[in-house]
């Protein structure tokens, strides 16, 4: 049976009128099929009066020629930002084109939802001059678009958007101090003393998200100050803290500094492995200690 796609003129009006599923239903499929036809729709629709236009055309310009690789072990899950293992919109064949009318949408724009979007779609695209813009907005007083802001610096690694990311990294709303953290101890590879100090500062967050990942972007610096917060996580682990994360940060730091404290954590580790393999960071800590050669 021949499934009939979706008209892409069809496709964004429906989506300007639809609940929030069957909305990025239709914005992902945007994405994939729209092609050059979506680019010229959205480029109008940039200049609406509407802001709710605007915003739309933010989101299918953000990810606008994504190719959809096979379902991951999780098919049921909403695909709206996953692009891999297909091809980035930020691979595609519409990233400059795309990446040009979304920075003159923010350099006229006012709208927070639609200022949400924007920063989130520069992010998507990872295009050249979106950094400038970005850091202007990062003391935005709306929290939605500091949001935002974090999520297109995340992965760049110029000091404008590793400072912007510092001070967004102390900011009032958690779930933007989470992000900024983030961005700075596991989506960058910098090492400066104001990243650190920044790091630092989190390690007595309020959320337990930040702590730990100020936990893991000292550790994998080798930063013992990251020590007795990880010995805390280890000895009384959070139940909301991610467990990745401090498997990840006991393993570097125990590897950088053979902390006769982390042995028992990471021998009960090994000893919980039954029939596969350890990890391999797992291994190169106990190495540190004579355990492995």
Aim: charged share 25%; glycine share 8%.
């Amino acid at each position: 049976m021949v499934v009939m796609q979706p008209d892409v003129a069809w496709a964004f009006e429906e989506a300007l009128r639809a609940g929030e599923d069957r909305r990025w239903e239709l914005v992902t499929h945007l994405h994939v099929h729209g092609g050059r036809e979506a680019l010229g729709i959205a480029a109008r629709l940039g200049r609406a009066a509407e802001p709710s236009r605007r915003e739309l055309a933010a989101e299918v310009l953000g990810q606008l020629g994504t190719v959809l690789g096979p379902p991951g072990p999780n098919p049921g899950a909403a695909p709206v930002h996953r692009a891999t293992p297909g091809r980035s919109a930020a691979d595609g064949p519409f990233r400059d084109e795309a990446t040009a009318l979304l920075l003159a949408m923010i350099a006229r724009e006012d709208d927070p939802a639609v200022l949400y979007s924007l920063a989130v779609a520069l992010g998507h695209m990872a295009g050249e001059g979106s950094v400038a813009p970005l850091v202007r907005l990062r003391a935005h007083p709306d929290a939605d678009v500091r949001g935002g802001v974090v999520f297109g610096l995340l992965g760049r690694e110029t000091r404008a958007a590793l400072d912007a990311l510092i001070e967004l990294s102390a900011d009032d709303e958690p779930r933007v101090r989470d992000w900024a953290t983030f961005g700075l101890a596991r989506q960058s590879d910098a090492d400066f003393p104001a990243l650190r100090e920044a790091l630092a500062a989190r390690l007595d967050d309020d959320d337990t998200d930040t702590r730990a990942e100020a936990v893991h972007g000292l550790a994998v610096r080798g930063d013992e100050r990251a020590m007795p917060r990880l010995l805390s996580f280890l000895a009384d682990p959070d139940p909301v803290a991610d467990l990745l994360v401090i498997f990840e940060a006991m393993c570097e730091l125990a590897a950088a500094t053979g902390d006769p404290r982390l042995l028992p954590y990471l021998e009960a580790e090994l000893s919980s492995y039954t029939g596969e393999p350890p990890e391999p960071e797992l291994l190169r800590a106990l190495e540190r200690y004579g355990r492995f050669h």
